[in-house]
């Protein structure tokens, strides 16, 4: 369902496109790549000079590489468009240090931690943030789920739907419901 016309009349000014695209690799590992995108609809004024409407102010790209246990085996960064051309580019080299971290074991502290503030370009760093799901989206339907065996779904307890205490999990995943929530706790 989308949004609601808003009522206001309104002029488009800036779009920022972020995609993230899942590959399987023939050799059994993953490529998780991220691109972003930044336009104007007018002419944007710049330090360093003019960018026309329609001319990208951010063009940048990340790709990791990933085994079957969401570890990272290789990183790359680039970027087309930058505001500030001779600064931004020197900055990719520095996302090697993703490398050994495991995007679905505290990769979004980590990532701060390695590439945070001045480590790190502002926008590269934050495509980070949806590496983790969409790798996960990525494996959806190749790595076979039990459900009833197996260990507790990753997913559960990750979102408010999937919550142990939800009525979601009572019924599509009842091993792992763990009963209604009162006031804050499972009762």
């Not at 998780?32 to 003019?50: C, M, P, R, S, W």
């Not at 001779?86 to 590439?115: M, Q, S, T």
């Not at 760093?125 to 989206?137: D, H, K, V, Y």
């Not at 999937?162 to 009963?179: C, D, I, M």
Request: aromatic share 8%.
């Amino acid at each position: 369902m989308p949004l609601p016309v808003s009522e206001v009349e309104r002029e488009l000014t800036h779009t920022r496109r972020v995609r993230y695209e899942g590959y399987k690799r023939a050799d059994g590992l993953w490529d998780i790549e991220a691109h972003l995108l930044d336009t104007k609809n007018h002419d944007f004024h710049l330090k360093t000079g003019v960018r026309r409407a329609g001319q990208a102010v951010h063009d940048m790209w990340l790709r990791v590489t990933i085994d079957r246990s969401f570890t990272v085996i290789d990183a790359e960064a680039s970027m087309d468009a930058v505001p500030y051309p001779g600064g931004c580019e020197k900055i990719p080299p520095a996302y090697k240090k993703l490398i050994g971290l495991n995007l679905v074991r505290g990769f979004r502290k980590h990532v701060w931690d390695v590439l945070g503030s001045v480590k790190g370009c502002t926008h590269l760093t934050e495509m980070l943030n949806g590496l983790p799901t969409a790798a996960i989206q990525t494996f959806a339907g190749e790595m076979p789920e039990d459900t009833e065996h197996g260990p507790k779904p990753f997913q559960l307890d990750q979102c408010h739907a999937l919550e142990t205490t939800s009525e979601t999990v009572r019924k599509w995943y009842p091993k792992w419901y763990a009963g209604k929530k009162v006031r804050g706790k499972a009762a």
